[in-house]
């Protein structure tokens, strides 16, 4: 206990600085330092250009960089007031499943696959623009620090129930809870987020917003049945493709004078 009463105070500290806005203007909590973001990023991207092999199709390799050349420089445009790297590396990965990824740092990710999915520039916009709003909003940084929150919090009922009956089923209650009370819907506001920061960029860059509705009616098609939206770390297909509809006129309007970028 005196322990606790010890790291209590400098866990607050910690809290309240942590405490920023993602460029929609939610509150969240990101601990992580901006650097150690950035190298773990780095990191795992570079473990995972050993593992996969990039894809050799010209063609294809030159309409996703494009793509995604657009869509970086529209949302630089778009949220002038978030720091973003200066370069950003993209990689089309010789993978067979419909998948995409950004990393801090700068770095994007594409399965060659997704191109079965993905079926117009636009669409590929679309999931290129969810991903880098993902690294823009800095989600990877709030789930490392939800994920740490969370740990601590069990190791404080740890030490608080040592030497209880009760201790080690509350602290299995507490996990199960965590992750249906807190971590899915949490991960689920991330998706949403991305999703609507995404419609915006590629709506600011040129491309077709009505696509982005396209896009995930495809992925519906492709990915069949999914779990239960209460456990899932994403939302369902209808309540993604009805969140995106909401808000086509307002992505219209952002796009109304950019060309279209010619993506092939």
Request: glycine residues 10%; aromatic residues 4%.
């Amino acid at each position: 206990m005196r322990r606790l009463r010890w790291l209590l105070p400098w866990l607050a500290v910690l809290l309240l600085a942590g405490c920023e806005e993602t460029p929609t203007g939610r509150t969240q909590l990101a601990l992580v330092p901006d650097g150690l973001m950035a190298e773990l990023g780095e990191r795992s991207f570079a473990q995972l250009r050993e593992r996969r092999a990039p894809a050799r199709d010209a063609a294809l390799n030159r309409r996703v960089q494009c793509v995604a050349r657009a869509v970086v420089d529209a949302a630089r445009r778009h949220y002038p007031e978030v720091a973003m790297p200066e370069a950003w590396e993209v990689v089309v990965f010789d993978a067979p499943s419909p998948n995409a990824f950004a990393l801090p740092g700068g770095r994007i990710g594409v399965h060659a696959g997704l191109l079965r999915v993905a079926e117009t520039p636009s669409q590929l916009a679309a999931v290129i623009g969810h991903e880098v709003a993902h690294v823009l909003a800095d989600h990877g940084n709030e789930r490392l620090t939800q994920q740490l929150g969370v740990k601590a919090a069990l190791l404080v009922v740890g030490l608080v129930s040592e030497g209880e009956l009760a201790g080690e089923p509350l602290m299995r209650a507490l996990g199960i809870g965590a992750r249906l009370g807190l971590t899915l819907p949490f991960s689920r506001t991330h998706e949403e987020e991305a999703d609507l920061m995404g419609l915006e960029i590629m709506a600011e860059a040129g491309f077709d917003p009505a696509q982005s509705v396209a896009l995930w009616r495809n992925m519906a098609a492709a990915g069949g049945d999914g779990p239960p939206e209460f456990l899932s770390t994403h939302p369902a297909h209808d309540s993604r493709i009805e969140a995106l509809q909401a808000h086509l006129d307002t992505a219209r309007r952002l796009g109304r004078d950019a060309a279209p970028p010619a993506c092939g």
